[in-house]
């Protein structure tokens, strides 16, 4: 089973990373970092980087996709080589997935027309310009597109997707394999759930990066 997770610079590096923990754990699976270019993509922050080893062209097929999020996906909305390849490759994927600002690639690919979908909170309405209904869950599941919401959400999509794929017993075996049990030290992981001062925070934080 070939999984392909398009790279590219300025990507959050757990969007991509946390799925591959999981999916790499799949029996039979192949997970393939993929870019137009093959080499090193750094992450937003400059300080890693991931290796693409595949161009795109070389994976025109893969069972299932999974796009990162991360400040780059702003280019590659309009970048026609990602799209075209996107929306060939979903034409036969079993599943296409992304995390994060992923899924706006999704969206400017054609994928999320008339479909729910989500995304980090910051960007939740920028969906509906790609014909998708935002909707504020972790994962939100509509046939074979998966789509999850903000960077550490991409974990708890793989465990659904690997449930799909081989069974919950096995996604479980997975996610106790990895000691995926998570305790946050603060309550407010979530909009939800954060104090309005902090929400303006990351706001601002935000903005000074886009």
Known sequence: MNIAIPIFDQITALDAVGPYEVLSRLP??????VAAEPGPKRTETGMLA???????????EPEVIVVPGGYGTRPLTSDATMLEWLARAHETSQWTTSVCTGSLVLGAAGILDGL????????????????ATPVARRIVEQGKVLTAAGV???????LTLAAR????????????????DPEPPFVGGSTAKAPPEIIELVRSAAATLA
């Open 152 to 158: 550490s959400s991409g974990i708890d999509m793989a």
């Open 28 to 33: 039979g699976a192949r997970v393939m970092f």
């Open 50 to 60: 991931l290796v693409a080893d595949h161009r795109l062209d070389e994976v025109p």
């Open 165 to 180: 794929i081989a069974g919950e017993q096995y996604a479980q075996a997975i996610q106790l394999g990895i000691e995926y």
């Open 116 to 131: 729910e979908a989500t995304t980090h909170w910051l960007e939740l309405e920028g969906l509906r310009q790609y014909g």
